[in-house]
T-cell receptor
Framework: SQTIHQWPATLVQPVGSPLSLECTVE??????LYWYRQAAGRGLQLLFY??????ISSEVPQNLSASRPQDRQFILSSKKLLLSDSGFYLC???????????FGNGTRLTVT | TQLLEQSPQFLSIQEGENLTVYCNSS?????LQWYRQEPGEGPVLLVT?????EVKKLKRLTFQFGDARKDSSLHITAAQPGDTGLYLC?????????????FGQGTILTVHP
């Protein structure tokens, strides 16, 4: 069966520090991968998506970047965090179109 | 840009009451999904509706997709405290959308015993 791992679960970082959140998927190949951000338990905002290794599309201009160095690995990064980067970050994968979106358990990022 | 307006944003009811959550858009979606999320976890899929006018039932939950595939509703009958959580609708545009989903703002449901 397929599983998705996302870490760390919580992170507190000072303003100006770098960020690296990692997500890996097991049990499937060539998934579509997504990074979402959720503010205060509300709707999800799509940040990045990837349809293959090295292929990254950004949905909104921001202080973050994403990379996909391997088929089932998706990384969210920042060189210098801003206070506004605080939030709940969710990684997700999807197989064929119209199939469910499978989410990790998220990372709660607090920038202080 | 496709938008999904979800209402109400908050719902606080007593156990045994019925409720309906709405999801509306001016855009047509090829499919619409409903998710439920617990605090500190990722959303989990409840149902996918694909055909205009489609109705799906999941125990006490009834999901409907509008005829024009622009809106959807979630109706819960005889709500229970275990139904408490964040409910999210999400629409897929189809075509070359690469499986991206547009999410509504969510409805925080609290069912009091």
């Amino acid at each position: 069966s397929q599983t998705i791992h996302q870490w760390p679960a919580t992170l507190v970082q000072p303003v100006g520090s770098p960020l690296s959140l990692e997500c890996t998927v097991e049990g499937t190949s060539n998934p579509n991968l997504y990074w979402y951000r959720q503010a205060a338990g509300r709707g999800l905002q799509l940040l990045f998506y990837s349809v293959g290794i090295g292929q990254i599309s950004s949905e909104v201009p921001q202080n973050l970047s994403a990379s996909r160095p391997q088929d089932r690995q998706f990384i969210l990064s920042s060189k210098k965090l801003l206070l506004s980067d605080s939030g709940f970050y969710l990684c997700a994968w999807r197989g064929v179109i119209s199939s469910p979106l499978h989410f990790g358990n998220g990372t709660r990022l607090t920038v202080t | 840009t496709q938008l999904l307006e979800q209402s109400p944003q908050f719902l606080s009811i007593q156990e045994g009451e019925n409720l309906t959550v709405y999801c509306n858009s001016s855009s047509v979606f090829s499919s619409l999904q409903w998710y439920r999320q617990e605090p500190g976890e990722g959303p989990v899929l409840l149902v996918t509706v694909v055909t205009g006018g489609e109705v799906k039932k999941l125990k006490r939950l009834t999901f409907q997709f509008g005829d024009a595939r622009k809106d959807s509703s979630l109706h819960i009958t005889a709500a229970q405290p275990g139904d408490t959580g964040l409910y999210l609708c999400a629409g897929e545009a189809g075509g070359t959308s690469y499986g991206k989903l547009t999410f509504g703002q969510g409805t925080i449901l609290t069912v009091h015993p």
